[in-house]
């Protein structure tokens, strides 16, 4: 019988290889890679054989199916990230760096589903149950109808929760799930795989939901990296800077909602609030406008958001400009700099720039490069926009401002949190200014020309 073949895997970024080394070469790390120890032996043959299995009940695409029951916490910020509601036999997973409130958000959702009328479990494989209890009593949920269980051993957890059938099962952290069928340490890409495998068919074969806490690694990705994300129905992210309370779950996938949704909460002295018009928050102090602030008018998932994006513009006293940026990708900074040098003439050699979006807020909308571009420029110019104003549009690389999505509802955004103009791209749909005094233009060479009056 031919020997069942051994493959090595990197705990950082997931890639396969046939033989171990101490350094990964798909991305470099050193001494992430471990055997993987496969979950079954699988066939042995190289076919089924002939041995017949039952039939696969097959039903028409037009069959008349209930859409799947929703329960809804109560916490608007959580239902809508998770598409309207929990859904039964889902597995979730909620990923996020370590400190940042995943385990405090997922208690109150313990307790505000259990207030619903789930039965819900809250295991914990990082903290005893007296840590949890404290944490509660902090939140104030002490009298909530939650299940407490402090244990890592996978085999009994599923055992617990096959003859008590919870609706509800949080498992915090995935990472610290230990199954005895693998023989490796927790947390290695081997049993996390294992203990996300294992819970998400106890979720699809008992009609329980499911949420898996994952810590992400400094490069951001879900330790035993994107093999859970595929296993699980939704993936959401919760996400913030470390010295503001301000925090967002984020859906990156959800196989029962749209993506992209995002939910706002507050970090307090007891635990996170829902904060229910995030565009006040994400736009600083607005009062007399300042050089290099730039307000977008920004969508994300169903919600328009307005966010304050600022930047610093210096001369660098180093050989090697700086280039640093919070909230934002570098590599697209730097494209947008390439942009404003090529198509518009405006160096930035020499420079150090510094680029901030803020609140702790994340924006990936290309529709923010109008922004970003208007803020450098604010910066570098040392003037402010026009102030009441909002920015957005896409720059392409020739220059030219590429219309986006949604134009309405960011003019209705702006016009409801008192903003009394736009900068937005020439073309797109026609509608409506939505009262604002809408100024539409072409490409980045008459941005500049009208805003700074320089070319
Ligand atoms: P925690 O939920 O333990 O984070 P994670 O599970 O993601 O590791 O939250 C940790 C931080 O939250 C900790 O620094 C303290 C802070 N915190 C508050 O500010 N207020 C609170 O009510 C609670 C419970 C925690
Ligand atoms: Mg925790």
């Known amino acids: ?3 069942p073949i051994t493959t090595f895997s990197c705990a950082e970024c997931g890639a396969t290889s046939s033989k171990w080394s101490g350094r990964c070469e798909a991305c470099g790390a050193w001494n992430s890679i471990s055997e993987d120890i496969p979950l079954s032996a699988g066939p042995s043959g190289k076919t089924l054989g002939t041995a017949r299995g039952k039939r696969v009940a097959l039903s028409d695409l037009s069959a008349k199916e209930a859409p799947p029951p929703r329960t809804s916490s109560g916490l608007d910020e959580l239902d809508r990230v998770l598409g309207g509601g929990l859904v039964p036999a889902s597995a979730i997973l909620v990923g996020g760096d370590p400190g940042i409130g995943k385990s405090t958000l997922l208690l109150q959702a313990a307790a505000a589903f259990a207030g619903k009328g789930l039965k819900t479990f809250y295991i914990s494989g990082e903290e005893a149950s007296a ?3 404290m944490r509660a ?8 109808p939650v299940q407490l269980g402090a244990d890592t051993s996978l085999r009994d957890i599923l055992t617990t929760l096959d003859e008590e059938r919870p609706d509800l099962v949080i498992i915090d952290s995935i990472q610290t799930m230990w199954s005895d069928i693998v023989d490796s340490a927790p947390g290695s890409v081997s049993q996390v795989r294992a203990a996300a495998h294992e819970l998400t068919t106890f979720a699809k074969r008992r009609g329980a939901a499911v949420i898996l806490v994952g810590h992400v690694t400094k490069e ?4 035993g990296p994107r093999v859970v ?8 992210y919760f996400e913030g800077e470390r010295g503001h309370q301000f925090r967002i779950l984020r859906a990156v996938k959800n196989r029962f909602g749209p993506a992209d949704e995002i939910g706002v909460f507050e970090m307090t002295g007891a ?3 829902e904060v229910s018009n995030p565009s006040a928050l994400f736009m600083g102090e607005r009062g007399r406008p300042t050089p290099g602030s730039a307000v977008f008018a920004g969508i994300e998932g169903t919600r328009p958001v307005l966010v304050e994006i600022q930047a610093l513009v210096a001369p660098s006293p180093h050989s090697q400009a700086r280039r640093a940026t919070v909230g934002w990708d570098g590599s697209r900074l730097a ?3 390439a942009v404003l040098e090529a198509r518009c003439g ?4 020499g420079l150090d720039v510094y680029l901030n979006v803020a609140g702790g807020m994340k924006v990936s909308e290309p529709a923010a490069d109008l922004a970003v571009a208007a803020a450098l420029l604010s910066a570098r110019e040392d003037s402010a926009l026009p102030p009441d104003c909002v920015v957005f549009g896409e720059i392409s690389l020739s220059g030219a401002l590429r219309p986006v999505g949604q134009t309405e509802n960011r003019l209705k955004e702006a016009a409801k949190l008192g903003f009394s103009s736009a900068i937005a791209p020439e073309g797109g749909k026609p509608g409506g200014n939505e009262g604002l005094r809408l100024m539409r233009m072409a490409d980045l060479t008459s941005f500049v020309g009208e805003v700074f009056g320089a070319g």
Request: hydrophobic content about 55%.
């Open 1 to 3: 019988m031919a020997k």
């Open 131 to 133: 840590q949890v209890r």
């Open 137 to 144: 009593a902090r939140l104030g949920l002490q009298n909530a």
């Open 220 to 223: 951001g990705q879900i330790a």
């Open 229 to 236: 994300e595929h296993m699980v129905d939704t993936v959401l």
């Open 271 to 273: 635990g996170l609030s």
């Open 335 to 337: 494209t947008i700099l």
């Open 346 to 349: 405006i160096p930035f050699a």
